[in-house]
């Protein structure tokens, strides 16, 4: 019998877990080893694939403490039903090759989950930014206005690294969807077995070449880590931002997604928006976890990065996704207060910029002259206590600057400077609406991709539950 600390804090949690979001992996792994073993001749071996996909149908055999782990228990309930084809299942298997079978099978499901979510919100996001490719709004650096661009342009911008993370995450599909069936405790079989067909049962790319690599290595769950790390990182200063403009009503959420104070009426506080960046916040905590969970862990010790490392990853894919979903409703039909953007837009003196590129353009004396001319106004409208709305072309004139007052205007101008940043990859309009389409074909073929491959999964399983086994 266990002890019962080991019970309390390892045994029954691990079960739990396993219960809970292992099992349908189990029995694929399982009746795919058992076709492949029928196919070499093992006696008894279509009995057990067959018996799998009738037990996987009925109750799961309820939790006992005396047996080991889940895979134990259904053994149990082979054996009780047929112990020649539970015999047969068992040849050139072990529980290394096995678990860590149902991890990737377990990761990769969960990798296509995160992926759809991310797609749906990178189409929410070109949605929106459809709608606003002339809001005019000021982008921020070092906490100070800078520039004037486009709502289109920032949410472009932000689907844009969404795209290398959805990205980032079928590439990391590529190394997870590799089968370590037939490693067996980590120096293989003498049994004539077939680790292709494993793999093609099971729906993986390939079997993992080196038997030793295929049960030790860690590698493929820290690049798991590292690729959700990007995208939380990512979103989480884009839900900074939206917090931002929250705050000062240039953006407003739906009601459902904001809540009122018990003190002060007033209130309309974006708590989706928190709680996604929560979210963001712990899925970033839950990989570090994985990856101090593989760290100074000998090659052949499976514990830590096996059923240790299980629910961190879990968290990790839960708050992601739920962070990802918060945030995609908070975007999908924000009230944008356009006035007041380009109200701020025309008091911050944010386009002076473009003022700097027009007297340089007209008097041929470089930028740099142009730069300290400007910069030499903005000082004596300071000392003067004026707005830059006030300038004139008389101000220029000390400082060696002819400029009709209409060039003036327009240089001042936010839209107008918006306009005239036509080069790839800008803000004006007429670019803009050329990315966006861009942005959607590659929305549409990411989104191709996902669905084959989530199919290629579906159909796999369905076989194995009890279709054919093409």
């Not at 019998?1 to 877990?17: F, G, I, K, N, Q």
Request: hydrophobic letters at 45%.
């Amino acid at each position: 019998m266990w002890h019962d600390t080991y019970l309390s804090t390892v045994l029954r949690p691990d079960d739990a877990y396993a219960r809970a979001h292992l099992l349908p992996h189990l029995f694929d792994a399982l009746t795919a080893h058992a076709l492949m073993l029928d196919t070499q001749g093992v006696p008894h071996a279509g009995q057990a694939a067959s018996l799998l996909r009738a037990l996987r149908r009925a109750p799961f055999p309820p939790y006992d403490p005396r047996v080991e782990d889940v895979f134990f228990s259904l053994d149990r309930r082979l054996a009780a039903e047929d112990p020649e084809a539970a015999g047969a299942l068992r040849t050139a298997l072990s529980r290394n090759d096995l678990d860590m079978t149902l991890y990737r099978l377990s990761a990769r499901e969960r990798l296509m989950r995160a992926s759809q979510r991310l797609l749906h919100l990178r189409r929410t996001l070109l949605d929106l930014a459809g709608r606003e490719v002339d809001t005019v709004i000021v982008a921020y650096t070092h906490h100070q206005p800078a520039q004037p661009t486009t709502l289109a342009h920032y949410l472009a911008g932000l689907e844009n690294v969404l795209a290398r993370d959805t990205g980032r995450m079928f590439a990391a599909l590529g190394r997870v969807n590799l089968s370590p069936m037939g490693a067996v405790a980590l120096a293989g079989t003498s049994f004539p077995i077939d680790r292709q067909l494993t793999a093609r049962l099971l729906a993986f790319d390939r079997p993992i070449e080196n038997t030793y690599d295929a049960v030790s290595a860690s590698d493929w769950q820290v690049e798991l880590a590292g690729t959700v790390t990007a995208a939380a990182t990512t979103l989480s200063r884009g839900v900074y931002d939206l917090l931002l403009w929250a705050s000062r009503g240039l953006l407003t959420l739906e009601d459902g997604l904001v809540q009122g104070s018990s003190v002060m009426p007033q209130k309309r506080n974006p708590v989706a928006l928190e709680h996604a960046r929560t979210k963001f916040s712990k899925a970033i905590g839950a990989a570090q976890s994985v990856m101090l969970c593989a760290h100074n862990v000998p090659f052949g010790d499976i514990n830590d990065p096996g059923p240790d490392m299980q629910p961190p990853l879990h968290s990790m894919w839960q708050e992601l996704c739920g962070g990802v979903e918060l945030l995609t409703a908070a975007l999908t039909a924000p009230v944008i207060n356009r006035t007041a953007w380009r109200e701020e837009a025309e008091g911050s003196g944010s386009a002076v910029t473009e003022l700097a590129d027009v007297i340089a353009r007209r008097d041929g004396r470089g930028f740099r002259h142009a730069h300290a001319a400007v910069k030499a106004l903005l000082a004596q409208l300071q000392a003067s206590g004026r707005p830059l709305a006030s300038v004139t072309a008389e101000d220029l004139a000390p400082l060696g600057v002819q400029l009709p007052e209409r060039e003036l205007a327009a240089a001042l101008d936010p839209a107008a400077f918006i306009a005239r940043r036509t080069t790839f990859g800008g803000p004006a309009p007429s670019v803009m609406r050329g990315a966006l389409h861009a942005a959607r074909e590659r929305l549409e073929q990411d989104l191709l991709i996902q669905q084959h491959t989530r199919q290629r999964f579906a159909d796999a399983r369905a076989r194995l539950e009890g279709g054919t086994e093409g």
